[in-house]
């Protein structure tokens, strides 16, 4: 992992940040909290961290989130006059932080769930009612949970304070994680709360959904990041998928 490519992209990241703070209140999702820049930053970051990539293909993603980065600024109708969050791109990222386990298996873990949902929604007996509910990206034309897109941009947003200071006192990996925790849990949740009423579900996978509901509710207000409750969603899920008439058959592995 280069250490001066994560610099580069988070002073992308705060050119975007500044403007999304301002506006976040005052526009429409055009230029306020655009998903389809969150996803941007959500996809390229996921690269930087966790895939091997040639130095040509970084520096094209990177200039990719740059262009993105200046016409969602441009759009708005609120210029600053003056930028606030000087980032240092000297600033010395901590050490040994992008190398945590815990994090980049996180990270793969909501990439992964990410591409289920774009993957399978489509292939779910849905009204149209129900599925204009769902944000459209332009680019691809699919179907994106926004909460779950803005729980991975509060969770970028705790590990952007941890690289603008260059320390982390305030534990804000550990909340980074929750956030992309429960980004995981929504994604598996709503493809599940679709999915089971349109299947013939065995008594052992409703008493395997009754189980796991139960045990969140004996959690609440714990720390459970470190809980087994995706993989069980997950593994919940590819069996339901199972006993679904559709031809997508397994779950999407992120390449």
Same mark, same amino acid.
């Given at each position: 992992?280069?250490?001066?490519?994560?610099?580069?992209?988070?002073? =992308?990241?705060?050119?975007? =940040?500044?403007?999304? @703070? /301002? $506006?976040?209140?005052? *526009?429409?999702?055009?230029?306020?909290?655009? $998903?389809?820049?969150? &996803?941007?930053?959500?996809?390229?970051?996921? @690269?930087?961290?966790?895939? %091997?990539? *040639?130095?040509?293909?970084?520096?094209?993603?990177?200039?990719?989130?740059?262009?993105? $980065?200046?016409?969602?600024?441009?759009?708005?109708? /609120?210029?600053?006059?003056?930028?606030?969050?000087? !980032?240092? *791109?000297?600033?010395?990222?901590?050490?040994?932080?992008?190398? %945590? #386990?815990? /994090?980049?298996?996180?990270?793969?873990?909501?990439?992964?769930? !990410?591409?289920?949902?774009?993957?399978?929604? #489509?292939? &779910?007996?849905?009204? *149209?009612?129900?599925?204009?509910?769902?944000? &459209?990206?332009? +680019?691809?034309?699919?179907?994106?949970?926004?909460?779950?897109?803005?729980?991975?941009? %509060?969770?970028?947003?705790? &590990?952007?304070?941890?690289?603008?200071?260059?320390?982390?006192?305030?534990?804000?990996?550990?909340?980074?994680?929750?956030?992309?925790?429960?980004?995981?849990?929504? !994604?598996?949740?709503?493809?599940?709360?679709?999915?089971?009423?349109?299947?013939?579900?065995?008594?052992?996978?409703?008493?395997?959904?009754?189980?796991?509901?139960?045990?969140?509710?004996?959690?609440?207000? +714990?720390? =459970? +990041?470190?809980?087994?409750?995706?993989?069980?969603?997950?593994? @919940?899920?590819?069996?339901?998928?199972?006993?679904? #008439?559709?031809?997508?058959?397994? $779950?999407?592995?992120?390449?």
């Amino acid at each position: 992992m280069n250490e001066d490519n994560l610099k580069r992209f988070f002073s =992308i990241y705060f050119q975007y =940040i500044e403007v999304e @703070l /301002f $506006t976040s209140m005052l *526009e429409s999702s055009l230029v306020g909290r655009n $998903t389809d820049v969150i &996803i941007t930053f959500q996809d390229t970051f996921y @690269l930087l961290v966790c895939k %091997n990539m *040639e130095e040509k293909d970084i520096k094209k993603a990177l200039d990719d989130l740059q262009e993105v $980065t200046k016409k969602y600024a441009n759009n708005s109708h /609120f210029k600053l006059d003056k930028r606030h969050l000087n !980032y240092q *791109e000297s600033t010395k990222i901590p050490v040994g932080f992008f190398d %945590n #386990p815990k /994090f980049t298996s996180l990270l793969k873990e909501y990439q992964v769930a !990410y591409q289920d949902f774009l993957q399978y929604l #489509p292939h &779910i007996d849905l009204s *149209e009612d129900v599925r204009q509910r769902f944000q &459209i990206r332009k +680019k691809e034309q699919s179907s994106i949970l926004v909460q779950a897109v803005l729980e991975f941009n %509060n969770a970028l947003a705790h &590990i952007a304070n941890i690289i603008y200071y260059g320390k982390d006192d305030n534990n804000n990996l550990g909340k980074a994680q929750n956030h992309l925790y429960r980004a995981i849990l929504d !994604y598996y949740k709503m493809l599940l709360r679709f999915i089971i009423p349109q299947i013939n579900i065995p008594h052992r996978l409703i008493e395997c959904y009754h189980q796991i509901r139960i045990n969140e509710f004996l959690q609440l207000g +714990k720390d =459970i +990041k470190d809980k087994d409750f995706t993989t069980r969603y997950k593994e @919940l899920f590819n069996e339901c998928m199972q006993l679904q #008439p559709v031809k997508a058959k397994q $779950t999407s592995k992120v390449k």
